[in-house]
Every structure is written in C-alpha cells, then in structure tokens.
C-alpha cells in the first residue's frame, strides 16, 4: 500500500510537503489524464518512452504501464512486460520517494500481468534492475538546465 501525505503532514511545515512542495496525484487521476484522447495514442506503443521528471511515488508511470499492458493484451507475455518497463523512465530529489515508485511499478507490473493473464510473473530480478536503473534519484530541475545550457561544447 503506497502512503500518502497525511493532514498532519501538510500541517507540519518542516515535512517534506512542504520543503518539496509535494503534490500527489491520485491514481484515477493519473488514469485520466493518460487515457486523454491525444495521450491515448502514445501509451498504446508498448515502446514509446515516458518521462516523469517529479515520478514522486510513481503514479504515472504506474498507470501507463497498466495501460500499455492493457491495449496488448493480446500478445502479452513475460518479454512484452518487460519492455513496456524499459519504456518507463523517472526521477525524484527524494529518495524515498523513489524507492516507493521502484516499488509500485515492480507491484502494479505483478498485479496487471496476474490479473490480464492469469499468470504469475516470474521474471522480477529483470524488472528490478529495469526500475533501478530508470527510476533515479536527482534534482530534474537542475539536469534539465544542463541539458539546455551545455558547457563546454565541442564546437
């Protein structure tokens, strides 16, 4: 079960809600907003990268994982998982943060395959390397800028 910020939390002006101005998205929400009509497309592409450059506990990716399994359902298997996986990317300045998203996704990956085929997943060592190496801890702010203001250039 994913905790969430608590009235006392918001109260307490030295929780991180308030030193990271956390907002958290509810998981219909995140459902909603992906299955927009001009989203829908994009996570039906089992390949087709996401970003989340404020993952906090993974609610995004999470519902576009569910969905890309979802629109394949018809040939999923092990493999096709694992690389909606791959296709999930995301970062967050706090680490627990990112450990509750490294979580859910491995969690909603078992659940949604279980509950679309039937099946166990077997294959978590995979999709718990897939989630350490793309849910990072960092300051996305602070990397984006470096991408849009490179120092030295080799031209």
């Known amino acids: 079960m994913m905790s969430y910020s608590t009235p006392e939390a918001r109260k307490d002006k030295n929780s991180a809600y308030h030193k990271?101005?956390?907002?958290?998205?509810?998981?219909?929400?995140?459902f909603d907003m992906i299955l927009n009509e001009y989203v829908r497309e994009?996570?039906?592409d089992v390949?087709?990268?996401?970003f989340d450059p404020?993952?906090?506990?993974g609610q995004f990716p999470c519902a576009e994982l569910v969905s890309k399994l979802f629109y394949n359902i018809d040939r999923l298997d092990e493999d096709l998982a694992l690389r909606a996986l791959k296709s999930l990317?995301?970062?967050?300045?706090?680490?627990?943060?990112v450990r509750q998203a490294r979580e859910h996704l491995i969690l909603t990956l078992c659940d949604s395959f279980r509950f679309f085929t039937g099946k166990e997943f077997t294959r978590l060592a995979?999709?718990?390397?897939?989630?350490?190496?793309n849910i990072i801890?960092?300051?996305?702010?602070?990397i984006m800028e470096e991408w849009t203001n490179p120092?030295?250039?080799l031209f």
């Open 47 to 50: 390949d087709k990268t996401a």
């Open 89 to 97: 990317y995301g970062i967050d300045i706090q680490e627990s943060s």
């Open 126 to 133: 995979e999709a718990q390397a897939i989630v350490e190496e």
């Open 54 to 57: 404020a993952v906090g506990q």
């Open 20 to 30: 990271h101005a956390e907002v958290f998205t509810p998981a219909g929400l995140a």
């Open 151 to 153: 120092q030295g250039s």
């Open 42 to 44: 994009l996570v039906q």
């Open 137 to 142: 801890c960092g300051d996305s702010l602070k």
